[in-house]
């Protein structure tokens, strides 16, 4: 083993053990794999090289955000307070604010600019005991636009504390320049973006906005057959506004997740658990729009839908770099318990990426992506916001302390 994790307890959330603590746990560590978990052995570690004492720290698999639009310039907080000063959100758009307003931004920054602020965003996460995060674009909506922002999130996966997994949204929204011309965009959406991003292998999977400001179902369905027919995994902003069918559509042609869903119907529910797509769940929008459609929960858990949390980390809905928030706000926005919203930024939402198989889990044969915690309790993670309490985390094996007095201790 290239490393050894001793002294700790485990919350592996396989299915056997799930939410469960292990005592007197220990961790073994072979190429940036797992290849022992389970309860300590210490005679097997006489003489071992590395071996960490976490002093009896929390140990549960690396968190997951599986829903991010990381990447763009400028923000919109002038907007945010214009909007509670009681001006209306159509006004601010034809003054040129909006999600154009991001776009226009977005599109006059450099790639050097658009990583250092995303690196800086990616901060919040990290501190959160993030391993993973997903990065949509989206606010190029240009063939070389969208192209720019995948190719930073592609830098970003070059940090060796981070993984990142890319997501071409193309179909966000319609660019000004097509103002009342949707076919068109989305032929070059479908002929153009879609097979330069698969060409350049920028995109890991193709997602879309299925919302009547957004494309209809019928838009939606051209791009994720262009998506699926250049090898790219697919998945939906769908139900957030109003009920188009757009999760039905997902669901039945294969995607990962369907996010938001507040207006998701019984046919919907019922789509998603035959096709076993994960319902990503984005409480921060929810939070700060000030929503009052609740996510069909009941029915989710009755159908055992697979329920995934993400930050949805934007400048317009959710301006909100923390994936523990987000399991707060699942738990008293929406009455998720704890169990269900740790599970839904690990297992689960490795699933609504397709990383089930190597993410998710403390098991072995899994990548060794881990957070370490100051914590008695698993439920901690969802009850209590600000306190420092990450210890570390660890990526593919590799340890990066939360804070100085961490590094010094380790």
Known sequence: MDRVLTNLKMVTMQPEAGYQVIEDGMIGIE????????????????????????HGALVTPGLIDCHTHLIFAGNRAKEFEQRLNGVPYEEIAKAGGGILATVRATREASEHELYELAQQRLLGLKQDGVTTVEIKSGYGL????ELKMLRVARRLGELNDIKITTTLLAAHALPPEFAGRGDEYIDLVCEQIIPAAADEKLADAV???CEGIGFSPEQCQRVFTAAKQHGLTIKGHT?????????????RMGAT???????????????????????????????FLRES???????????????????????????????????NMGCTLFRLTPEECLRGVTTHAAQALGLQETRGQIQIGMDADLAIWNIENPAELSYCLGVPDLVARVVDGHLFPAHQETANAY
């Not at 139900?239 to 669901?251: F, T």
């Not at 997740?257 to 929008?285: F, Q, W």
């Open 31 to 54: 190429g940036g794999k797992i290849i022992f978990a389970g309860n300590a052995s210490h005679e097997d570690l006489h003489g071992h090289p590395d071996v960490v004492d976490c």
């Open 142 to 145: 240009t063939l070389s636009d």
């Open 207 to 209: 997602d879309v906005f």
């Open 239 to 251: 139900e957030q506004l109003s009920n188009l069918g757009g999760s039905a559509l997902a669901a």
């Open 257 to 287: 997740s369907v996010d938001h869903i507040e207006y998701l119907d019984n046919e919907g529910v019922a789509a998603l658990a035959a096709c076993n797509t994960v319902a990503t769940l984005l409480p921060g929008a929810f939070y």
């Open 293 to 327: 459609q609740q996510p069909p929960i009941d029915q989710l858990r009755q159908l055992d839908v697979p329920i995934a949390i993400a930050t949805d980390f934007n400048p317009g809905t959710s301006p909100i770099a923390s994936l523990r928030t987000m399991m």
